[in-house]
């Protein structure tokens, strides 16, 4: 079975401080995807990026940054110097590779960035 | 990029009536779409995996009697809430997977907001 654990339900931070959102994850699978989604008030999914298990290079993409370590089973996203804009509530999710790919959501962290 | 949309985005429903919300890939066909239901203040959980001309397959206390699928196209995905209760009050988000296409990108919709009086 598949599990992805967000251990932190919320965090604020102060505008411009750097924060990173934990994600543990557990899978049989040898293959895997993995995932990080902003949902904003609006409800709607955004995208932010997804890494396949063979890769674990770290990547950065503007102010984000994600840190995939497979012997630890964790994918954390670091967002530097946030803003108020970046409060959202952020989910982890894990998807296998075969069959249906179906999309394991951690519970999500809730980030409140204030001004 | 791939656009899935939902309608309607907001419902609100007498309890005991039946509403159905639509799915649908804009720009690509999608033989496997997924139904998502997200409570407040809580995670995204699959309900069922919807499969063009064959049946959903349900996650375990999904009752496919309440929630019937109908993927009846390449590029739509129906989900019926059969005599809705208060307790289906949701936020039900389906995602569409590309088909023939060797990427393993789901494509989300926006949601729709369901409340049910």
């Known amino acids: 079975a598949q599990k992805v654990t967000q251990a932190q339900t919320e965090i604020s931070v102060v505008e411009k401080e750097d924060v990173t959102l934990d994600c543990v994850y557990e899978t049989r699978d040898t293959t895997y995807y993995l995932f990080w989604y902003k949902q904003p008030p609006s409800g709607e999914l955004v995208f932010l990026i997804r890494r396949n298990s063979f890769d674990e290079q770290n990547e950065i993409s503007g102010r984000y940054s994600w840190n995939f370590q497979k012997s630890t089973s964790s994918f954390n996203f670091t967002i530097t110097a946030s803003q108020v804009v970046d409060s959202a509530v952020y989910f982890c999710?894990?998807?296998?590779?075969?069959?249906?790919?179906?999309?394991?959501f951690g519970i999500g962290t809730k980030l409140q960035v204030i001004p | 990029g791939a656009v899935v949309s939902q309608h309607p985005s907001w419902v609100i429903c007498k309890s005991g009536t039946s509403v159905k919300i639509e799915c649908r890939s804009l720009?690509?066909?999608?033989?496997?779409m997924f139904w998502y239901r997200q409570f407040p203040k809580q995670s995204l959980m699959l309900m069922a995996t919807s499969n063009e001309g064959s049946k959903a397959t349900y996650e375990q206390g999904v009752e496919k009697d309440k929630f019937l699928i109908n993927h009846a196209s390449l590029t739509l995905s129906t989900l019926t809430v059969t005599s809705a209760h208060p307790e289906d009050s949701s936020f039900y988000i389906c995602?569409?997977?590309?088909?023939?296409?060797?990427?393993?990108?789901?494509?989300f919709g926006p949601g729709t907001r369901l409340l049910v009086l």
């Open positions: 720009d690509f066909q999608a033989t496997t």
């Open positions: 999710a894990l998807s296998e590779a075969g069959g249906y790919q179906k999309v394991t």
């Open positions: 995602s569409a997977r590309p088909t023939g296409t060797t990427k393993k990108a789901q494509y």
